[in-house]
T-cell receptor, first 110, second 113 residues
Framework: EDQVTQSPEALRLQEGESSSLNCSYT??????LFWYRQDPGKGPEFLFT???AGEEKEKERLKATLTKKESFLHITAPKPEDSATYLC???????????FGKGTKLTVNP | DTEVTQTPKHLVMGMTNKKSLKCEQH?????MYWYKQKAKKPPELMFV???????INESVPSRFSPECPNSSLLNLHLHALQPEDSALYLC????????????FGPGTRLTVT
């Protein structure tokens, strides 16, 4: 069964304190791994797609990396506006469905 | 432009009402999705339309009725809902078949009284 596990469930950082979020996955035939950011009461905002091990993508203070078993979302010198829930998802094998992790709620204190 | 729009933003309805949620995208995407999201949970898939045909129904109760009038528009018709159906309803779209990313709308916050 395809699975996505995110850790930690919640993370509190001080402004400027870099850290990483983890997304480990088990899927038959990876067809992409997606990172989303979701603010309370709003729809998920697409951040990155990673397709193959070794791939990296960056956007402002965020960098996503992929290995054969997991992905990391590195946050460098975060700001309070980076506070959100970060979701990781993979397409279920042979399906149009996405398997989501439960998310990591990030809080960045000023 | 990667915008998916949803209306209304908020909806309060009684258990005997009939209402509809609307989703629109003009990105030429041919796959459209309805999700339900409860607080502190990830989105939960309800329906998938692929090339205007219903391809996935995740055993959703018949009080939810999807409709895809054309490739840009997706509706969700609601009837005789229960209070436990209160949630954030999200629409998403993607290019077509395959592993491409989905783009989500802002959601409709539904409250059933």
């Amino acid at each position: 069964e395809d699975q996505v596990t995110q850790s930690p469930e919640a993370l509190r950082l001080q402004e400027g304190e870099s850290s990483s979020l983890n997304c480990s996955y088990t899927v038959s035939g990876l067809r992409g791994l997606f990172w989303y950011r979701q603010d309370p009461g709003k729809g998920p905002e697409f951040l990155f797609t990673l397709y193959s091990a070794g791939e990296e993508k960056e956007k402002e203070r965020l960098k996503a990396t992929l290995t054969k078993k997991e992905s990391f979302l590195h946050i460098t010198a975060p700001k309070p506006e980076d506070s959100a829930t970060y979701l990781c998802a993979v397409p279920q094998g042979g399906s149009e469905k996405l398997v989501f992790g439960k998310g990591t709620k990030l809080t960045v204190n000023p | 432009d990667t915008e998916v729009t949803q209306t209304p933003k908020h909806l309060v309805m009684g258990m005997t009402n009939k209402k509809s949620l609307k989703c629109e995208q003009h990105m030429g995407h041919r796959a459209m999705y309805w999700y339900k999201q409860k607080a502190k949970k990830p989105p939960e898939l309800m329906f998938v339309y692929s090339y205007e045909k219903l391809s996935i129904n995740e055993s959703v109760p018949s009080r939810f009725s999807p409709e895809c009038p054309n490739s840009s528009l997706l509706n969700l018709h609601l009837h005789a809902l229960q209070p436990e159906d209160s949630a954030l309803y999200l629409c998403a779209s993607k290019v077509g078949r395959g592993g491409n990313e989905q783009y989500f709308g802002p959601g409709t916050r539904l409250t059933v009284t």
